[in-house]
C-alpha cells in the first residue's frame, strides 16, 4: 500500500538516527503551572515588555475556557488557569478579570507573534467569548500542510513526526487537576518546537503561500463569527413536508418487504385501538403499558398515541411514521436492507472498496442503488433512492441556527488541492447539540426533480440578507478549462486557451460537435467568429451540453468511456444515460478539438523524469509529493493543478477583500463583508446603498493575473446580488 510510503521512509530515518546511540535522548521541558498570581502577572509583563515570538494553546470552548498555556520556547511553557477540573474557579473574580485584561494586551497585540496549531478554533473562541481579537498569528497546521499536504495535520500526529516527545495526547482526558494543565502546556511547547522545524524544512515559494495563507484565516475567522442570516421558520415548513413524504415512502418499502416476506410490521389491518396497542408494546415498559420510554417519548409517541385515539382511517405517512417510530421498517442504510435487495429481491451485489482495509465490500449506498436502477425497473430501487434523496435533505433542513442566522466552521487545508472544507460551528445551540453544518453541500435548485417535489427549490433561499443590505456571489467562470488552457499552450497548444480568451466555452464546442457532427464543424472550426456565434444553438438545459460539461475535464483527467458513462449518470442522478458506446464516442468528439493525449505525455514524461516521489509545483507555490505508484498517479496529478488554481483565485479575491483599505469604515468595519466561500465561489454582503460601489469593487479583487508555466491568465467570473443566496427569479436583483 503506497499510502504508507511517506510514514514508512520518515519511521526509518527516525530508527537510522536512534540506532546510532544507545540512549534514548527526551526533550526536557520546563512546563509551569501553579504559579502565584504575582509571579502570573510578572511573567505576562514580561511578555508585553520584550515581545518575544510565543505558542498558545487553550483547553475548552465557548465560554467554557478552563486555562490557556504560553510558550516562549519549546524548553519552557506556564499555564494560565481559569477553572479547576471540577469547575470551581481558580482566582476571585477581581483577580480574573486582570488576568484577563493582562492576557489581553498580549493576545491583540500585533508586535507579538502567536503560534498556534489548528489556531481558527482558539481565536474563534477568545474573539466570540472573550471579545478578544488575537493580531499577528501563525499556524503550523497550515505549514505542515505546505510539506505533506495528503496526510493528518493533528498535532499529536506532527508531534510523532518531527519531536522526540513520548506520546502524551492521552492526558488530555485525565482526571487528575496537574497532569491535565501539564499537558496544556505541553501543548504550546510542542508547538513552538514543532514551527521551528517546519520554518527550516519550507521552500521559499512555501513559506510565501503558507503566510498568504494565514492571512486568509482572518476572513474565515470573520465568516466563522459573522454566520449568515438564516429563515428558519421555512426550513421547519420544509422540513415537515420532508419528513412526510419519507414516511409515505417508508410506508411503501415497508409493504413490498413485508409481502415478501422479509419484514415483520405492524399490522395495520386492525383497528386503531389495536394499532396502539401493539405501538406500546414496543415503545413502553412492560410493568406500564401506558408510559413510553424515554427515547420514544422524545422521538413523537404522545402525537402517534393522540392520533390513535381517533378511528379515522390512517393515511399513508401517518402508516409510515408510525412505523419509524416503532423501528419496524426496512432501513435502506441496515444490513438487513442489504440481505433483503440482494437476496430477497435477488439483484445483483453491488461492491465497494472499504476506505480503510481497501478490501471490497456489498453496498447499498446512493451510487450503487443508481447502478442498479440502470439495468433494473424493481420497484424497491426507486422507493429507495427517492428515500436517500429526501433523508439527505431532511438532515440538511434539520440543522440548526442561533439568533437567526446560520454559522460553520471552516478549514482552510481541509483537502490535498487547498479546497476549503466547512463543518458544524462550534457554537452550542441547546442539549450538547452544535449549530450549523457543512456548509459546503447546501443544495442549489435541483435541476433533474419535479417542480412539486419539496427539493426542487434547493435550500439557498433560505439565506437571506441583512435588513438593508444585498448578497452578492461571484464565482469564477470555466476555472479548469483556463488552467488546462494555460498548461496546453505552454507545450505548444493554445486552441483552448483562445477559445476561452475569445468568449467560447470548450464544453459548447464538444457538445456542437456531438450534435451535428464533426463535418458541420470543420465548415466553422478556424474562424472563431463563426464558431462563436455557432455554438449558441447548445442551450444549458440540453443533455449534450450536460454531458459535455461534467465529461470534458474528466476525460483531460484520463477518465475512460466507461467512468464516463457512469459519472453522467450518477451526476444526473440516472437521468442522463450514456452506453459505453456513446461514452466513448463523445471522448471522440472531444478530441476533434482538443488534444488531450498531448498533455497526458506532457505529464507522463514529468512523472517517468522525476524521481520518487513525483514533486508538483503548483502556480501559488504549494508543492505536493505523490506517493503513489507512477504509472498510476497521472489522472491525480492532471487534476491536481486546475483545482489548486481555482481555489488560490478565489481566496485571492477574498483575500483583496478583506487587505483593502477602501473596504474599511471609520471604525474598521467592512463595507462589503465575506460571509461565505464554497471552493470558487465568493458569498459577500454590503448595505443597498453601496451596491455601485460594491460592484466595481468585486471587478477589482477577482482581476487577479495567475501565472501558470509561461502562461499569465486571469480567470472572468460570473456574479448576481440580491436578497437571498439562491439568486433565484424570487430573489436576484442584478448582476455583478
Not at 510565543?54 to 465560554?63: Q, V
Not at 383497528?271 to 427515547?295: A, G, I, M
Not at 393522540?306 to 411514521?321: F, M, V
Not at 504549494?622 to 496529478?637: H, P
Amino acid at each position: 500500500n503506497y499510502d504508507w510510503t511517506p510514514l514508512l521512509t520518515m519511521d526509518m530515518r527516525r530508527a537510522a538516527v536512534e540506532a546510532r546511540t544507545s540512549n534514548l535522548v527526551l526533550p526536557q521541558r520546563d512546563l509551569i503551572i501553579n504559579l502565584t498570581f504575582p509571579d502570573l502577572l510578572h511573567e505576562l509583563t514580561q511578555i508585553q515588555q520584550t515581545k518575544p515570538t510565543i505558542a498558545c494553546d487553550i483547553e475548552g470552548g465557548i465560554n467554557t475556557l478552563s486555562c490557556i498555556s504560553i510558550a516562549t520556547s519549546p524548553q519552557r511553557s506556564f499555564l494560565v488557569p481559569f477553572t479547576r477540573l471540577d469547575g470551581t474557579p481558580y482566582w476571585s473574580t477581581e483577580e480574573e478579570a486582570r488576568l484577563w485584561s493582562e492576557l489581553s494586551r498580549i493576545l491583540v497585540d500585533s508586535e507579538i507573534k502567536k503560534i498556534w496549531q489548528n489556531g481558527l478554533y482558539d481565536r474563534f473562541v477568545l474573539q466570540y467569548s472573550y471579545h478578544i481579537t488575537v493580531r499577528n498569528s501563525e499556524d503550523i497546521m497550515l505549514a505542515w500542510w505546505e510539506l505533506y499536504c495528503e496526510l493528518k495535520k493533528s498535532l499529536g500526529f506532527q508531534c510523532s513526526i518531527l519531536t522526540n516527545e513520548p506520546f502524551y495526547k492521552a492526558d488530555r482526558k485525565t482526571t487528575d487537576q496537574d497532569t491535565f494543565y501539564r499537558y496544556c502546556c505541553r501543548d504550546s511547547a510542542v508547538t513552538f518546537e514543532i514551527h521551528q522545524k517546519l520554518m527550516a524544512l519550507l521552500q521559499p515559494k512555501q513559506r510565501a503561500h503558507y503566510l498568504f495563507n494565514n492571512t486568509a484565516l482572518n476572513f474565515l475567522l470573520y465568516a466563522e463569527l459573522r454566520g449568515i442570516r438564516y429563515n428558519q421558520p421555512l426550513a421547519n415548513e420544509r422540513l415537515e413536508e420532508v419528513e412526510r413524504q419519507i414516511s409515505v415512502l417508508q410506508n411503501s418499502l415497508d409493504t413490498i418487504a413485508a409481502e415478501m416476506g422479509a419484514l415483520r410490521r405492524i399490522d395495520f389491518s386492525q383497528s386503531n385501538q389495536d394499532v396502539l396497542r401493539q405501538v406500546n408494546e414496543v415503545c413502553c415498559y412492560k410493568k406500564d403499558q401506558t408510559k413510553p420510554k424515554k427515547e420514544f417519548e422524545e422521538a413523537g409517541y404522545y402525537q402517534i398515541a393522540t392520533r390513535l385515539g381517533n378511528e379515522t382511517p390512517l393515511s399513508e405517512d401517518e402508516k409510515g411514521s408510525i412505523s419509524i417510530l416503532c423501528g419496524m421498517v426496512m432501513n435502506s442504510k441496515s444490513t438487513k436492507f442489504k440481505d433483503f435487495l440482494y437476496g430477497t429481491c435477488g439483484l445483483p451485489v453491488q461492491y465497494k472498496k472499504d476506505p480503510v482495509t481497501k478490501e471490497m465490500r456489498p453496498t447499498t449506498d446512493y451510487e450503487s442503488l443508481l447502478k442498479l436502477s440502470k439495468t433494473s425497473d424493481h420497484p424497491v430501487l426507486g422507493i429507495a433512492l427517492d428515500l436517500s434523496r429526501l433523508r439527505t435533505r431532511a438532515q440538511m433542513l434539520a440543522i440548526r441556527s442561533i439568533n437567526g442566522r446560520m454559522y460553520c466552521s471552516y478549514n482552510l487545508v481541509g483537502t490535498e488541492t487547498g479546497r476549503i472544507t466547512s463543518s458544524k460551528s462550534v457554537l452550542p445551540s441547546y442539549g450538547k447539540k452544535r449549530v450549523g453544518a457543512n456548509l459546503q453541500t447546501v443544495p442549489d435548485d435541483w435541476d433533474v426533480t419535479d417542480s412539486d417535489s419539496p427539493l426542487a427549490q434547493g435550500m439557498r433561499d433560505l439565506f437571506l440578507a441583512d435588513e438593508g443590505c444585498y448578497i452578492g456571489k461571484a464565482d469564477l467562470k470555466g476555472a479548469d478549462g483556463w488552467t488546462i488552457g494555460a498548461y496546453m499552450a505552454s507545450i505548444g497548444d493554445r486552441t483552448m486557451l483562445d477559445d476561452l480568451l475569445y468568449g467560447i466555452k470548450p464544453a459548447q464546442v464538444v457538445a456542437y460537435i456531438l450534435m451535428h457532427g464533426e463535418q458541420k464543424y470543420l465548415q466553422v472550426a478556424k474562424d472563431r467568429a463563426a464558431l462563436l456565434s455557432a455554438v449558441q444553438c447548445v442551450k444549458k438545459d440540453m443533455w449534450q451540453y450536460f454531458v459535455s460539461k461534467i465529461g470534458i475535464w474528466g476525460y483531460f483527467y484520463t477518465m475512460g468511456p466507461k467512468s464516463t458513462a457512469m459519472n453522467v449518470f450518477i451526476q444526473s442522478e440516472g437521468a442522463t444515460v450514456l452506453s459505453e458506446k456513446d461514452a466513448r464516442e463523445f471522448q471522440r468528439c472531444i478530441g476533434v478539438r482538443y488534444n488531450a493525449h498531448r498533455l497526458h505525455k506532457y505529464f507522463e514524461d514529468q512523472i517517468a523524469r522525476h524521481p520518487y516521489p513525483f514533486k508538483l509545483e503548483c502556480p501559488n507555490g504549494m508543492t505536493r509529493r505523490f506517493f503513489g505508484r507512477k504509472k498510476e498517479i497521472l489522472g491525480e496529478v492532471l487534476a491536481h493543478v486546475p483545482q489548486v488554481v481555482t481555489t488560490h483565485a478565489t481566496v485571492m479575491a477574498a483575500t483583496n477583500l478583506w487587505m483593502d483599505v477602501d473596504n474599511r469604515r471609520s471604525d474598521g468595519s467592512l463595507r462589503v463583508e465575506i460571509l461565505h466561500q464554497v471552493h470558487d465561489e465568493l458569498v459577500m454582503q454590503w448595505r443597498i446603498e453601496d451596491t455601485e460601489w460594491a460592484k466595481e469593487k468585486v471587478k477589482l479583487w477577482f482581476n487577479n493575473p495567475i501565472k501558470i508555466t509561461n502562461q499569465t491568465i486571469t480567470i472572468p467570473y460570473d456574479g448576481a446580488y440580491g436578497t437571498a443566496w439562491s439568486m433565484d427569479a424570487n430573489h436576484k436583483i442584478g448582476i455583478l
